[in-house]
């Protein structure tokens, strides 16, 4: 029998969750959806963690496309990429009816 090959939401959705795998990177979403308007300033100022180790966690929220950025010097924008969150709540959704749905007996 041939392998199955992986959907295209199969990975997506593990990309999001990998971006989703760190408390820091939940608390920088949380804290960019209680913004009326997107983020201006450090976040390190915030956020119990280096500046270095906050680029890290913001690249990759950005390159799940979670979050956007806008570098305007001296200040970098962090906003919530809803079009991108609509979709992966859509996904992250999907997987979760279908896996409750199964009723788990072998």
């Known amino acids: ?4 090959q992986l959907t295209k939401e ?6 999001l ?9 939940i608390a920088i979403l949380q804290m960019l959806a209680r913004q009326t308007c997107c983020y201006h ?11 270095s180790t906050l680029s ?4 990759e929220l950005k390159e799940a496309g979670l979050i956007q950025g806008t570098i305007t010097l001296p200040t970098v924008k962090y906003c919530i990429n809803k079009e991108n969150w609509a979709m992966a709540k859509s996904l992250f959704e999907s997987f979760l009816v ?9």
């Open 17 to 25: 969750a990998k971006a989703l795998g760190h408390p820091i990177r």
């Open 1 to 4: 029998m041939a392998k199955e």
């Open 10 to 15: 199969q990975e997506q959705l593990a990309r």
């Open 56 to 59: 890290q966690h913001l690249k």
């Open 41 to 51: 300033g450090d976040m390190s100022d915030i956020l119990p963690i280096a500046k």
């Open 98 to 106: 279908e896996v409750n749905n199964n009723d788990g007996s072998c």
